[in-house]
């Protein structure tokens, strides 16, 4: 089974709107991390927000959010107001254990999204 | 500038030659990592190490090899084992120990093997 499950293969968002991609995963683990990144066209790959398995908030950072359903497992990353530079690859990633003892990250397959002026 | 840099930035090369990746960064991390990205897919792990003079195979290790002889470098080889080779090659660096030690990206090498 896959660990990270992006479905969504592309997503349209008008500017100035909100627009939520969806991020699903499965581990066994009680400890784990969550991570959101960001790829333009260039290729880089740029961190936008990170959330652990017992934050009990959800997490944010500026104008991105993190929709956390524990029960569920899910962890979609919702952006508010739009930006023409939001248009990317955006990939959800996880760290399964505590930090330190195990550093890799296992990445979903990622979604477009595309924003229109 | 603290960062990680990978050079060069594309790379040519002949079917059947070895190649060697350079990844440096200046970030005082211990931990370092390879990935391979092919078109429209996610991030798969080739090898990761997490202290000098170690490191452990990822998920698709097979026709790579790598090296950590300092903690600021993390060369990557592919070989001429590697079956299809061309694809975006990421190096990336992070923290062991924190809250969140998000992994920090390299620019990429785009790799073409003729």
């Known amino acids: 089974a896959q660990k990270i499950t992006q479905t969504q293969p592309g997503m349209f968002v008008q500017e100035k709107e909100a627009v939520t991609l969806d991020c699903t995963y499965d581990?066994?683990?009680?400890?784990?991390?969550l991570f959101w990144y960001k790829q333009p066209s260039s290729g880089e790959m740029i961190f936008l927000i990170y959330q652990g398995s017992y934050d009990e908030q959800n997490a944010t950072e500026g104008r991105y959010s993190l929709n956390f359903q524990k029960a569920r497992k899910s962890a979609n990353l919702v952006i508010s107001a739009s930006q023409l530079g939001d248009s990317a690859m955006y990939f959800c990633a996880m760290r399964e254990g505590p930090t330190g003892a195990n550093s890799k990250l296992t990445f979903g397959k990622g979604i477009t999204l595309s924003v229109r002026p | 500038d603290g960062g990680i840099t990978q050079s060069p930035k594309y790379l040519f090369r002949k079917e059947g030659q070895n190649v060697t990746l350079s990844c440096e960064q200046n970030l005082n991390h211990d931990a370092m990592y390879w990935y391979r990205q092919d078109p429209g897919q996610g991030l798969r792990l080739i090898y990761y190490?997490?202290?000098?003079?170690?490191?452990q195979k990822g998920d698709i290790a097979e026709g790579y090899s790598v090296s950590r002889e300092k903690k600021e470098s993390f060369p990557l080889t592919v070989t001429s084992a590697q079956k299809n080779p061309t694809a975006f090659y990421l190096c990336a660096s992070s923290i062991l120990w924190g809250v969140y030690n998000e992994q920090f990206f390299g620019p990429g090498t785009r790799l073409t093997v003729l």
């Open positions: 190490s997490q202290i000098v003079n170690d490191f």
């Open positions: 581990t066994s683990d009680q400890s784990y991390g």
